[in-house]
């Protein structure tokens, strides 16, 4: 049974004896626990610091010697550590030298893959594949216990809508119903059924709250939404992940309605703890609660300690000030230790939850990293790579390659492992990788590949063009590997314009101009803005960053081994003017119903579609599909009762190919202004050449609800309208009502 699982029964029985508050055994050896333990030492727990040899994911000030803060018991946590005797050094440290032997919790970003390396996650919200997601995140839960590390900090359930955004690639895109589906399949591969198992970690619901919406796109801006829009389209991605059971949260950076997260017990109290039922410890981000300084809401370390404590911050990531501060503020009488007890004791319920104290070596081993590369794990990084790329456009079937066909690869990702990886990349190996030519050599056969560079990411190449120019000409078709590097995708890595870098647009002109067809494969953390390239080339492929097993997927997908069948989680733009670009947009008053019109008085661009170049959902395979037939078995529903729905779906093609059949609800009429459309089921089918099937879906009613004008969380009698298809601009529908 998963962890909330556990607690929830507890508090059931504990309602049933009439008991105050649910204990659980955990709770009982926290208690115990926390008797035997010194003020320092409890205020120690709540501070997490970063190895001056792990990773830097952020501003660094004053360090504190992880050796002196491990004897002392200064730390109950410990980040970025990546040498697994390392962690198992400081482990025995903690273990043999501190006053009470309390274990440290090790932490780490393992949100892609822990050393097998999967496509970034923008990358695998496009496999709309939960199966294949809880798979991935079982990988790299299994890999990172293996090198000691007990706490992901993943998954990321922030949506967005503005690629502008640099850490889009971190996310599942800009709609709330995938992403929350995305994030409950990732805490459930990361925790399994049970967090004590060795090879299951904690995992982390980040970054609470809404940072994904940033105002212009750029990082750590404020946040300034309506709490309707908060409740009805981020919350529910949060919500998810706890409801899955997931340990811990991390505080974000932003403010939220003129409050800064970490100090916002609003968010943090009342919505996350009372109205979510989290039972689990808030970490903050790096450094965040010292920030509150900066935000200009504390006047100092101790005013930020004390904020952040007061907001239900149980942990701080690596700022120092409750190390520093809450001592004193206690000894002051500003806060009570019993106060302080409350904070700490979810931290070491999770070190008991994870079975620390029975075994603080659980985790890591030598022994356990034969795991690394396990062929079940780097076939599920290939298949989950090759499910994960979208085929944006196929111009006369340009894809799959012929067999036979001489293939120029060209462009500054053709042979390049490191840039395969993405950012936030674990405990990778980046030599490990396989490379695009690599894959294509070894499907193609090595005569049948030449390689060019052309261009670097962002700089000419002497000599460049004129090569692949030449090499094109001795070709049948290019492949064009652009797009921008993996260093400019995730945090800090905002960008004002998502045009391709003009020496990327010079060799594409070129080898466009020599006549032989064009397809760009678009190495990328995020949506770009496509317009010129989608129109000379014959085919767009995004591949995002791939992961370990790039060359192999890729090589599956343009040979026709495997049909693509990635759907965009995110909508590609025509220009950064149209951002936020969602696809759920409200009606407005003024709506622009056809595209086509000329109407004047409307909500529209003078020098612009208002629709996106790509769509949300959008995705090409080597077969056609076709929609027919819809038909919902309860067209008026109770209160309460999910509706279900059956579409046919007819593969016409002449090969098989998987579709993922997607199913929108617009609520017509309400008391506010709702969505003209919301993804609210989807279902992945595997159809054989003209194999049709009756595909049945259902929607929940909870799924339905929003936050009516009165406040209230529910669905509103009235009419509905369904749309099944294959991306947001399905027209198949059927009418349906609630009473
Ligand atoms: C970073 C990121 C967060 C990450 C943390 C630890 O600043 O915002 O996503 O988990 O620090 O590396």
């Given at each position: ?11 059931l ?5 009439g008991?105050?508050?649910?204990m659980t055994?955990?709770d ?20 997490q ?12 000030s ?24 390392e ?12 006053r009470?032997?309390?274990?440290i919790?090790?932490g780490h970003?393992i ?8 496509p970034?996650?923008i ?7 939960l ?10 839960a ?5 090198f ?10 922030d949506i967005?809508a ?11 895109g ?16 990361y ?6 198992d060795?090879?299951?970690i904690?995992?982390?619901?980040k ?13 750590y ?6 709490w ?13 992940a ?9 505080s ?24 979510l039922g ?6 903050s ?7 509150l ?15 952040a ?12 000030c409750?190390?520093?501060?809450l ?7 500003v806060?009570?230790e019993?106060?302080i007890?409350?904070?700490?004791r979810p931290?070491?319920?999770a ?5 620390l ?5 659980r ?6 990293r ?8 780097m ?13 944006l456009?196929?111009?006369n079937?340009?894809l799959?390659?012929r067999e ?5 690869l060209?462009?500054?990702y053709?042979?390049d492992?490191n840039e395969m ?5 674990g ?23 030449s ?7 962002r ?12 090499l094109?000409r ?12 993996n260093?400019?995708s995730?945090?800090a890595?905002s ?30 953390g995020?949506?770009l ?21 790039a ?17 965009l989680?995110m ?7 149209q ?8 009606s407005?008053g ?6 086509a019109?000329t109407?004047?008085?409307v909500s529209?661009y ?6 996106p170049?790509?769509c ?28 279900r ?5 007819s593969?016409?093609g ?22 003209v ?5 989807f279902s ?7 194999q049709?099937v009756?595909?049945?879906?259902t ?12 406040g ?7 009419d ?8 947001c601009s ?10």
């Open positions: 049974m998963r962890l909330r699982g556990k607690i929830c029964l507890a508090a029985l504990a309602g049933l004896c008991c105050a508050s649910p055994e955990n009982r050896r926290a208690n115990a626990l926390l008797r035997q333990m010194t003020l320092s030492e409890k205020i120690g727990q709540m501070n610091i970063a190895s001056s040899t792990g990773a830097i994911t952020g501003p660094m004053e360090r504190l010697s992880c050796d002196e803060a491990v004897k002392k018991g200064w730390c109950g946590s410990i980040l970025g550590i990546k040498d697994p005797a962690i198992e050094r400081l482990q025995h440290l903690a273990v043999d030298s501190s009470l032997g309390i274990p919790l090790f970003d949100i892609h893959g822990c050393r097998t390396i999967f970034e996650n990358g695998i919200s496009c496999s709309w594949d199966d294949a997601v809880e798979r991935f995140a079982r990988i790299a299994s890999e990172a216990a293996a000691g590390v007990a706490w992901t900090f993943s998954p990321m359930c967005c503005d690629p502008r955004w640099g850490r889009v690639s971190e996310g599942s800009e709609d709330t119903f995938l992403s929350a589906r995305i994030a409950e399949s990732m805490v459930r591969g925790q399994g059924d049970e967090l004590a060795s090879s299951t904690l995992s982390c619901v970054h609470f709250a809404a940072y994904g919406a940033p105002e212009a796109g750029r990082d801006n404020t946040v300034d939404m309506s309707s829009m908060f409740k009805d389209k981020y919350l529910p991605v949060y919500k998810a706890i409801d899955a059971g997931a340990g811990t949260v991390m974000s950076f932003n403010d939220f309605d003129a409050v800064p997260v970490t100090a916002n017990s609003r968010l943090l109290r009342s919505v996350l703890r009372d109205t989290f039972g689990g410890f808030v970490v981000d790096w450094g965040a609660v010292r920030e300084i900066a935000h200009g809401v504390a006047a100092d370390e101790r005013d930020a300690a004390l904020l404590f007061r907001a239900g911050v149980n942990m701080d990531m690596v700022s120092g409750y190390l520093k501060s001592e004193s503020l206690v000894e002051s009488g806060i009570r019993k106060e007890d409350d904070l700490v931290i070491l319920k070190k008991f939850a994870l079975g104290f029975d075994n603080p070596f985790y890591g081993g030598e022994a356990r034969h795991e690394m590369y396990s062929g079940d794990n076939q599920a990084a290939r298949e989950l790579a090759r499910e994960s790329m979208v085929l456009t196929n111009n079937g340009v799959p390659l036979g066909a001489r293939i120029a060209i462009g500054p053709a042979d492992r990886i993405g950012a936030w990349r405990m990778a190996e980046p030599d490990s990788c396989r490379t695009f030519l690599e894959g294509l050599c070894d499907r193609f056969g090595q005569s049948q590949v390689v060019a560079r052309g261009c670097d990411p700089t000419d190449l002497p000599g460049g063009v004129a090569e692949a120019v030449a094109a001795r070709s049948d078709i290019v492949l064009l590997t652009l797009g921008l590097p260093a400019e995730g945090e890595s960008l004002s314009s998502l045009a391709l870098p003009p020496c990327q647009k010079k060799l594409l002109r070129a080898l466009h101009d020599t006549g032989k067809p064009v397809v760009i494969l678009l190495v990328t995020r949506p803005e496509l317009v010129e390239e989608s129109a000379l080339a014959q085919a767009v492929l995004v591949t995002w960053h791939p992961g370990t097993m060359g192999p997927a890729l090589a599956d997908i343009v040979s026709g081994d495997c049909s693509p069948s990635g759907r989680s909508g590609f733009p025509r220009s950064e003017g951002l936020p670009l969602r696809y759920n947009h409200k407005t003024r709506p622009l119903r056809d595209p019109s109407a004047k008085y529209r003078m020098d612009v579609s208002n629709e170049l790509f949300f959902g959008h995705g090409l395979s080597y077969t056609e599909f076709v929609y027919d037939n819809p038909v919902i078995e309860n067209p008026v529903l109770s209160p309460g009762e999910d509706l729905v059956s579409v046919r779906v593969n016409t002449t090969r098989e190919a998987t579709e993922t059949v997607q199913l929108y609800v617009r609520d017509v009429l309400s008391s506010v202004t709702r969505p459309r919301e993804l609210k089921a992945r089918v595997t159809l054989r050449a003209d049709s009756e595909v049945k879906m929607i929940r009613y909870e799924d339905l609800c929003f936050t009516e004008a009165s209230r969380w529910g669905v509103e009698a009235g509905f309208i369904l749309y099944a298809g294959h991306d399905a027209t198949l529908s059927a009418p349906f009502s609630v009473r």
